[in-house]
């Protein structure tokens, strides 16, 4: 079967400027994530997904990222505007349901600058 | 204090080596136990769930103590290709928490 599918692989911006992580979760998994890893760390949850419902995103920072799942498979997460302390990598993952293991896509690199 | 915990490391080992990694955890609510391992800039990716009686998948075998609250995962026989970093998970509730994960080079 085909993976989660993430792009871009990278992306270089310039603080203050917007950027957009698309992901397409494994075909049939109705559970979508996207997790934000630092250097040296394990992946943090930002947002969960059950189809297009966002059902936790209580650690996204809203006032200047926000996320959708408009048909309840693919996936957009948004940073506007970008800062230093963004540069991580951005992982999407995706899972049967609630209590199946993650599958991971394998992340967007982010360096602002 | 966090909800999973494991030493950094790094682990330096030779070939052929047995190496454990212990993981713990706060909540003991949580209801399911995974190790992941992370290559280098990849993906984490599934070593393999921990069942309350342990489970074995070859040079891999976890163990979970629910009275002690920790988790574990032995390797025996390393080999190079084992280095990698190991992740501990818990689900709590409807979300994975991820262990800041435990770096294990495996030399040669």
């Known amino acids: 079967e085909a993976g989660v599918v993430q792009s871009p692989r990278y992306k270089i911006i310039e603080k203050k400027q917007p950027v957009a992580f698309w992901c397409n979760p494994i075909s049939g998994h109705n559970t979508l994530y996207w997790y934000l890893q630092n250097l040296g760390q394990g992946p943090e949850l930002l947002i969960r997904y059950e189809n297009e419902e966002a059902v936790d995103d209580s650690q996204l920072p809203k006032d200047r990222f926000s996320a959708e799942r408009l048909k309840g498979v693919d996936s957009t997460l948004k940073i506007q505007p970008a800062e230093l302390g963004d540069s991580a990598v951005y992982l999407c993952a995706s899972s049967l349901d609630l209590y199946s293991p993650l599958h991971f896509g394998n992340g967007t690199r982010l360096t602002v600058t | 204090r966090k909800e999973v915990e494991q030493d950094p490391g790094p682990f330096n080992v030779p070939e052929g080596a047995t190496v454990a990694f212990n993981c713990t955890y706060s909540?003991?609510?949580?209801?399911?136990f995974f190790w992941y391992r992370q290559d280098c800039r990849k993906e984490p990716k599934l070593l393999m769930s921990?069942?309350?009686s342990g489970n074995e998948d070859g040079r891999f075998t976890a163990q979970l103590n629910r009275a002690s609250q920790y988790i574990s995962l032995l390797i025996r026989d390393s080999k190079l290709s084992d280095s990698a970093t190991y992740l501990c998970?818990?689900?709590?509730?409807?979300?994975?928490?991820f262990g800041p994960g435990t770096r294990l080079s495996v030399l040669p």
């Open positions: 998970v818990g689900l709590y509730g409807q979300n994975f928490v």
């Open positions: 909540n003991s609510a949580s209801q399911s």
């Open positions: 921990v069942y309350s």
